[in-house]
């Protein structure tokens, strides 16, 4: 893990001598109360640590290495201190600073006698003699542990937390658990403010201005964001999760990764020996949930549990104007109700036989339920009247008032099994073998009664009623081995097999205007299997040039079988490809500590979802049909990114310019027939450009002050030759911008209060765009029981009633504009209690499975079984 903060830290510390290295120590990533006495000039906090200057030492052949652990954990301690003093004395002679890897080198030194001091803030700090020797002028260290320690300075203890947001060479890290306004929220609350993020009211999720974004939990897949994510990310309450990653440049050795890159949901978690846990109640004018996770470790076994239920409650009304050229006008307008619920659980179990083995077990199980209640008017004005008879005299498509209620419930389990294999301290070859198995079932149902809205109507009454069951089946089975190539040089290479189980079975009844009863309309209804599987190797090598250069060099190679099948069809659809996908990346190291500038290219593919992939035909609104496309081919992305990040003065900046292009980018299509009805659906149809930038900054203007900001902006060009040749609208462009606003201060005793805002430009769809939107945020949080408990005070958008969103399209044919008001204006309460009494345990290693490489389903599809 890098951290230029700690690499600056650790650089100024090295250069003001033994004093700070026996100076009293604070808990990692703190800011100690004051120099140390007789801390020179240049010093944490002082000028640049290149004014310090080293004694001269004797120069010769002799070299020192080792890598620096922490003592409990046995993980790396980034950038620690490593000074050479004299047989007696405390001036250095010579020293370094280690790198990420805790991995340290110094040569150049003269045979003789020296005392080898290691260091680092929040850790005892450690000397040790050493003897260089005409017959053996190389020293390796080997691994040197550090112990952590916790000491009050003048009286005042001194307690770490880290910043709400950071910036590491490979990704950026959203801290949820230190932001106050989280707290009774969702998931779709915390990415919003997780950096290049956007999440609409709606809950749909973009990543750089994308769609293609892959969610995972834990750095796994889950059956929870297998298919709708909207509606996922209304499933995990926001009090557990502790940090959320965003990968825009990931490595071979992920799945052939979404186009936008990969958000990582860590939830909360801990590798502590004893009993602990936590309990929480959030009450709120718009969701409330309550949570409670308990862990019991000893020795070599460890057992964990959480489980969590929560409650919403969403009004939101629409509104939707549309012109068909030539035919006529479509005026609705609904007033919505909806309310839902759920839990979740998740049980884990670990066994370490052996030093150098571990074995897990984790089973994790959600339950979610939503209900939602419409009143809908609907008039269509024709141009035109229709001819007696015609079908547009169809009772689905008069003018009536309607009673539409819609129910969702999905069950999900994910059941997943690791081995771990390392190679004793320091040493970092490893070899993992996981096995994952996911289940997801859905069942999507609605009904209406339809009443006419004039009484001179043909028709009295109408009913119709839908029920669609829907299945996913995964199971996974992953290797990895990772291989050190000497210190500078490693090798990883993995395989991986992908089993996919999709299935789909929808009816729709109608009433039969003749006598009146409730028949089933086989033209609607079907079963469809859909089955994939995917066989994935991939190699990656990462190598040191110098000093200032690393270099990573990856491919995967994947072959895929797809096969579709309707039960009255003749025959089933199948599709084979293999493909190989590159993946490269240079960084150099610039003269600035922390500071990096990263080029990146990959190629990237990604599957359609079963979102997208079901053909149930949703007509619960006759004017606007909403239909799957099971013979989807898979997207193929190119993409370019140059970043650069730095440290300065307590700032991070990170600064990323990128480029993405796809080919035959998957995307939603609206089609007019002559009766004036919409039917949208999608294809891989267009040929999708995007040229962006992005900027991140945070800072700490005041000791109890941070901030944090994030700005993106980029062009994008959709051209569709398929849609054009059709006669329909098939190209779009413009410049898309977004920005946020994440700021915390921290009162005395326990007190802090967090804001976040945001806002979003218009976002440009193939034939059309979603409007511009805003929200905002407030938390007021204190902690209570001697630190035991806190209790948080949140408002969402306090000072506005509703978010307007007008979703437009126009393919030439018809002109639509749908406005929903959203009402989340919202008041919370929460409090948690945090028990048990803890020792600390090293960190076991750790992987995952990544199964990311399909295109997942966006946000109000509704009727499109997940």
């Known amino acids: 893990m890098k951290n230029p903060i700690l690499f600056l830290l650790a650089s100024a510390s090295l250069l003001s001598g033994s004093a700070l290295a026996q100076a009293p120590t604070a808990q990692p990533g703190t800011r100690p109360a004051g120099p140390p006495a007789g801390a020179p000039t240049g010093a944490p906090g002082g000028a640049s640590p290149r004014a310090a200057v080293l004694p001269a030492a004797p120069q010769g052949s002799g070299r020192i290495s080792g890598t620096v652990i922490d003592a409990a954990t046995k993980q790396p301690v980034e950038y620690a201190t490593v000074a050479v003093l004299p047989a007696t004395g405390e001036q250095p002679l010579d020293g370094a600073v280690a790198d990420d890897k805790g991995r340290f080198a110094i040569k150049g030194l003269a045979p003789g006698s020296y005392r080898l001091s290691i260091s680092f803030i929040g850790y005892g700090a450690l000397v040790t003699p050493i003897t260089l020797s ?154 409330s949930n309550g949570n409670f996770a308990l862990n019991a470790r000893r020795g070599k076994v460890g057992v964990s549990a959480a489980l969590n239920g929560w409650a919403f409650y969403a009004p939101g009304d629409q509104e939707v104007d549309r012109t068909d050229t030539g035919i006529g006008v479509l005026r609705q307008r609904n007033e919505g109700r909806g309310q839902g619920g759920g839990g979740n659980t998740r049980v884990g179990l670990e066994y370490e036989p052996a030093p150098n083995h571990a074995l897990s077990l984790s089973l994790n199980g959600n339950l979610f339920r939503n209900r939602n209640e419409v009143d809908i008017v609907n008039t269509y004005s024709y141009f035109a009247p229709p001819a007696p008879g015609s079908p547009a005299r169809n009772p689905l498509l008069n003018d009536y008032t309607r009673d539409f209620q819609q129910n969702f419930q999905t069950q999900s389990y994910d059941l997943t099994g690791t081995y771990t294999r390392t190679y004793g301290q320091g040493n970092r070859r490893e070899w993992t073998v996981l096995a994952q198995h996911n289940r997801n079932r859905n069942n999507r149902e609605y009904t209406f009664d339809q009443f006419p809205l004039f009484a001179n109507s043909a028709y009295d009454f109408f009913q119709e009623k839908s029920p669609n069951l829907s299945r996913n089946l995964e199971s996974t089975i992953q290797t990895d081995y990772v291989l050190p190539l000497g210190e500078k040089q490693t090798v990883e290479v993995g395989g991986k097999m992908i089993q996919r189980r999709v299935a789909s079975d929808f009816e729709v009844f109608r009433t039969n205007l003749t006598n009146g009863a409730l028949e089933l309309q086989p033209g609607l209804s079907d079963k469809y299997d859909y089955d994939q599987d995917v066989l994935a190797g991939y190699a990656t090598y990462a190598t040191s040039l110098g000093k200032k250069y690393n270099v990573r060099l990856g491919g995967r190679l994947e072959r895929t079988d797809l096969n579709g099948n ?52 949703n007509e619960a609104d006759p004017r606007n049909i909403q239909v799957g ?100 609208r098939g190209s779009n462009s413009g410049v898309v911008y977004s920005a946020n606003i994440n700021s915390g201060y921290k009162f005395d005793k326990g007190l802090s209060v967090q804001f976040f805002g945001m806002l979003n430009s218009p976002r440009i769809q193939l034939q059309g765009r979603v409007s511009p939107w805003q929200m905002y945020s407030i938390g007021l949080r204190k902690e209570l029981l001697k630190g035991k408990a806190d209790f948080t005070l949140n408002a969402d958008n306090p000072f506005s009633r509703y978010i307007r969103l007008e979703n437009d399209f126009d393919n030439g044919r018809s002109r639509s504009t749908n406005t929903t008001f959203v009402y989340n204006r919202g008041v919370r309460g929460a409090f948690s209690y945090r028990f048990g009494k803890l020792e600390n345990k090293p960190r076991r290693p750790s992987r995952s499975i990544r199964n990311d490489d399909q295109k997942g389903g966006e946000g109000g599809g509704q009727g499109q079984g997940n």
């Not at 309707?566 to 993946?583: A, H, S, V």
């Not at 150099?588 to 053909?615: D, E, M």
């Open 134 to 287: 005409e017959g053996k002028m190389s020293l390796d260290m080997g691994t040197v542990a550090l112990t952590s320690q916790a000491k009050q300075l003048e009286g005042v203890t001194v307690t770490g937390e880290r910043p709400v947001v950071e910036s590491k060479p490979d990704r950026l890290v959203y801290n949820a658990a230190q932001d106050a306004t989280n707290k009774g929220g969702t998931a779709a609350d915390v990415l919003r403010k997780a950096p290049m993020v956007s999440v609409d009211p709606d809950g749909n999720l973009q990543l750089r201005g994308s769609g293609n974004v892959t969610v995972l939990i834990n750095g796994k897949p889950s059956a929870v964001v297998a298919g709708d994510i909207a509606q996922a990310l209304k499933q995990l309450p926001a009090d557990q999760i502790k940090n959320v990653e965003v990968i825009t440049s990931p490595s071979a050795k992920y799945d052939a990764e979404g186009s936008a890159g990969i958000i990582n949901i860590v939830l909360k978690e801990n590798n502590l020996q004893g009993i602990n846990g936590n309990v929480g109640l959030a009450v709120g004018t718009r969701n």
């Open 566 to 617: 309707f039960q009255g069809q003749d025959r089933p659809f199948e599709l084979t490809f293999t493909n190989l996908l590159p993946n490269v990346a240079l960084t150099r190291n610039l003269k600035q500590p922390g500071s990096t500038i990263r080029l990146s290219y990959s190629r990237r593919i990604q599957r359609p979802s079963v979102f997208f992939l079901n053909p149930y035909r």
């Open 629 to 728: 496309n099971p013979e989807l081919d898979a997207e193929f992305t190119d993409n370019y990114e140059v970043n650069w990040n730095t440290f300065v003065k307590g700032s991070t900046i990170n600064v990323s310019v990128f480029s993405r292009q796809t080919n035959n980018a998957i995307e939603r299509v609206f089609q007019t027939n002559p009766l004036g009805v919409v039917v949208s659906t999608f294809g891989n149809v267009a040929r999708n450009q995007t040229y962006g930038l992005n900027l991140f900054g945070s800072a700490k203007p005041l000791p109890k002050w941070d901030i944090s900001g994030n700005i993106s902006a980029f062009y994008v060009y959709l051209y569709s030759q398929t849609l054009r040749d059709q006669g329909q």
